[in-house]
């Protein structure tokens, strides 16, 4: 039996520019320290090969601390590793002026163990009966579909195939995808998995066929419209012809969240909320408190604010601006409407302030 280990889109050098300078550097913190829960992973299960495919970078060129530091994280995790390939994506393709060139210091510095795919015909034999196959993305934007220019199986080759391409595999009409792969290439190329990366949620695109055709989704989530995020695929190869088996294995720290209370007990709820100090929380509220309630949602809401949070303005009970901290906490609270409130309130005949 052959384990992989799946992963992609780090998109290590994210920017998260609606968040105060302290929420920043913890979303970018943690997509640098899920690399390292993801190589214990890989240890865990004594997987054969760890493969990372596309978008590593959230740029061709990152900023020192980005590169520098995942090459440190590589290095120092102590023990034997299987073969980690990282293949150039869309966001971060290989050309001569990206951190992927042969001459970036970046390539000095990284371990035997870590392997670059800067090549077109890479291959690499993960076992005398498995072969690994990768294409490079070489722009951030193509028609082409890396999948289908992968190598055939040839006559009489009972080996298992792993393909490697970052693309996209929707076909939605009069949409031109970027890097379009098409549904069946794994089966067309006579490979046995197709990794792929791209869309940052989950998914095997191909569950009727017998090749599975992987998105494993960012490790760590970059947005809120980012369901199904969070984790890597654990790929378990029997044997030419029998269908792999792929687990989702959870790896994310943050987890993202929208969030909408329409009564004081939803509100109150929300901080009983299970490691609400790993959320990052968008907060829309619809409420019509009493008078005596009003004391109360300001004391929620500055209870998710926390003592350390410099941004923000309560605008009818939502905290419209960037982030703010709860303890640890990082609370995202945007208007429910496109513009700002300003802080009013109407009040019906009974007493109670109507929050819109």
């Known amino acids: 039996m052959l384990r992989l280990l799946h992963t992609a889109d780090w998109h290590l050098g994210r920017r998260f520019p609606s968040f105060p300078d302290e929420g920043q550097k913890k979303l970018s913190r943690a997509r640098m320290d899920v690399i390292t829960r993801i190589l214990d992973v890989a240890r865990r299960n004594a997987v054969n090969a760890v493969l990372c495919v596309g978008d590593i970078f959230d740029d061709p060129d990152p900023a020192p601390d980005f590169w520098e530091g995942l090459a440190r994280t590589f290095r120092s995790h102590a023990g034997q590793h299987p073969p980690l390939f990282l293949i150039p994506g869309n966001h971060d393709p290989l050309t001569p002026e990206s951190v992927w060139a042969p001459g970036h210091a970046f390539r000095a510095r990284l371990p035997e163990w870590v392997h670059v795919v800067d090549r077109d015909d890479f291959m690499y034999e993960l076992a ?12 951030k934007a193509g028609e082409n579909d890396l999948a289908m220019a992968l190598p055939s199986r040839e006559p009489g080759d009972e080996r298992l195939r792993i393909g490697c391409v970052h693309g996209c595999t929707f076909d ?15 089966v067309q190329r006579g490979l046995d998995y197709l ?20 998105y494993p989704g960012a490790p760590e989530p970059t947005g809120f419209d980012d369901a199904g995020a969070g984790r890597v695929a654990l790929v378990a190869l029997f044997r030419r012809g029998l269908r792999p088996r792929v687990d989702a294995e959870p790896v994310a720290f943050w987890r993202w969240i929208d969030v909408r209370c329409r009564d004081m007990n939803e509100l109150r709820s929300l901080l009983t909320t299970r490691d609400l100090d790993r959320h990052v ?26 003592t350390d949070a410099t941004m923000g303005a ?7 601006g960037r982030a703010c901290g709860c303890k640890s906490v990082l609370a995202t609270l945007f208007p429910t409407t496109s513009r700002r409130c300003s802080r009013t309130r109407s009040r019906d005949s009974t007493g109670s302030s109507q929050m819109r």
């Open 281 to 306: 929380v968008r907060l829309h509220l619809d409420l019509t408190v009493s008078l005596s309630e009003e004391s109360e949602v300001e004391r929620i809401l500055r209870d998710l604010q926390g």
């Open 314 to 320: 309560l605008a009818f009970w939502w905290l419209t």
């Open 128 to 139: 005398p009966q498995a072969v690994l196959y990768a294409r490079p993305c070489r722009s």
């Open 195 to 214: 990794a792929i990366g791209d869309t940052h949620s989950f998914r095997d695109v191909t569950e009727n066929l017998p090749v599975p055709t992987v």
């Open 172 to 186: 939605i009409d009069g949409y031109q995808t970027n890097f379009p792969i098409r549904r069946d290439a794994g």
